[in-house]
Every structure is written in C-alpha cells, then in structure tokens.
C-alpha cells in the first residue's frame, strides 16, 4: 500500500488493533461479569481513543481519517446501545 505510505503488515496491524481492544473487553467483563452497559461504554471507549488517533494523533501522511471517522461512528453507537442496556437490561441483547 504504497500510495497510503503504509507498509502492508503495518496497515493490518492498524486494522487489528480496535479489534483486540474491543475484544479484550468483552473478555474481561464476561470473566468479571460486569453490567452490560458498562461494557458497552467501555468498548466505546476504546473505540473513541482508537479513532482519535488515528484521525489526529497519526502523522499526516499515514493517518487513516475515515477509519478513525468509522470507530468514532461506532463509538457513539455503543454509547447509545450502552445508555439502552441501563434502561431496560433485559431489552438488551448484549
């Protein structure tokens, strides 16, 4: 990927990365059987912190703007899914 100043091995790095996050999380709250929605808003989390650095942090010519667009987007759905799963965790089906 040349033309994004990537190499190849570091671009699917960039592309796992969000997801072991959000994966570890739902690990770590299963194991400690944490409320849905805390869950929620954790991935959420890790999902704002991936997408605002990739969009801001990352230097100009290897920055991904629409990825980090695309993980903000899924950060505020996890917040809204997450605020849902407080209101009515049995509606929930996370």
Partial sequence: MSHTGVDVIDFLYYTIYPVLGIFVVEGISRLARIPKWIKL??????????????????????????????????????????KRARISPDKSPY
Avoid: D, E
Wanted: hydrophobic share 60%; no cysteine; glycine share 12%.
């Fill in 41 to 82: 808003w954790a991935q959420a989390g890790v999902s704002m912190g991936f997408g605002i650095y990739y969009w801001f942090i990352l230097p100009a010519p290897q920055n991904f703007p629409l990825t980090g667009l695309v993980l903000l987007a899924l950060a505020v759905a996890l917040i809204y899914q997450g």
